[in-house]
C-alpha cells in the first residue's frame, strides 16, 4: 500500500520511520499502563486510562497525529485513540454502576471485560504495527 502526499506524489516508506518509531513507543507506554494493572492492585482499564504512562501516549498522539495523515500509520493513531476514550468511556459506566449496590456485581464484569478488551487492543495493534499494516478503524 503506497503512500501519497499532499501532491499526490507517492512517499517513501523510509519516510515514516519516525512516525512509526513514534508509534512503538505509544504502544510500548500503553502497554506499560496496561501491566502495571495486571501487576498491582489497579484494574487494567483502572491503570491504562488514569496511568501516567498511558497519559503521555495519548499527548504525543494528539501533538503528532498531522503527521501520519494519509498514511497507512494514521489508523494507528485513531486506533490508540478510540481505546483509550471507550475504555474512559466504559469506566465511566461501571462508576455510575457502582453507585447502586444492585450495580456493583455488573461493574465489576464492565471493569473486567473491559480490561480483556484493553489488553486485545494494545496487543492486536502492535502486532499490526511490527507487520507495517493498518488498523481496521471507521473513516474519520
Known amino acids: 500500500m503506497a503512500d501519497f502526499d499532499q501532491n499526490g506524489e507517492i512517499i517513501k516508506s523510509d519516510n515514516l520511520d519516525g512516525p512509526r518509531a513514534w508509534c512503538h513507543i ?10 502495571s ?21 495519548v499527548i504525543i498522539n494528539y501533538v503528532t497525529r498531522s503527521n501520519v495523515r494519509g498514511s497507512w500509520l494514521e489508523t494507528h493513531w485513531r486506533w490508540q485513540l478510540r481505546s483509550f476514550w ?8 461501571a462508576g455510575l454502576l457502582a453507585v447502586t449496590l444492585i450495580g456493583i456485581p455488573a461493574a465489576i464484569l464492565v471493569i473486567v471485560f473491559t480490561g ?4 486485545y487492543r494494545v496487543i492486536r495493534g502492535w ?9 481496521p478503524v471507521p473513516p474519520g
Open 37 to 57: 494493572g495486571i501487576m498491582s492492585s489497579a484494574t487494567i482499564v483502572g491503570a491504562f486510562v488514569f496511568g501516567w504512562p498511558s497519559i503521555i501516549a
Open 86 to 93: 471507550y475504555a474512559a468511556l466504559w469506566l465511566l459506566v
Open 127 to 135: 502486532l499490526a504495527l511490527l507487520d507495517r499494516r493498518g488498523m
Open 116 to 119: 480483556l478488551w484493553v489488553l
Open 26 to 35: 505509544m504502544y510500548g507506554l500503553h502497554a506499560l499502563s496496561a501491566l
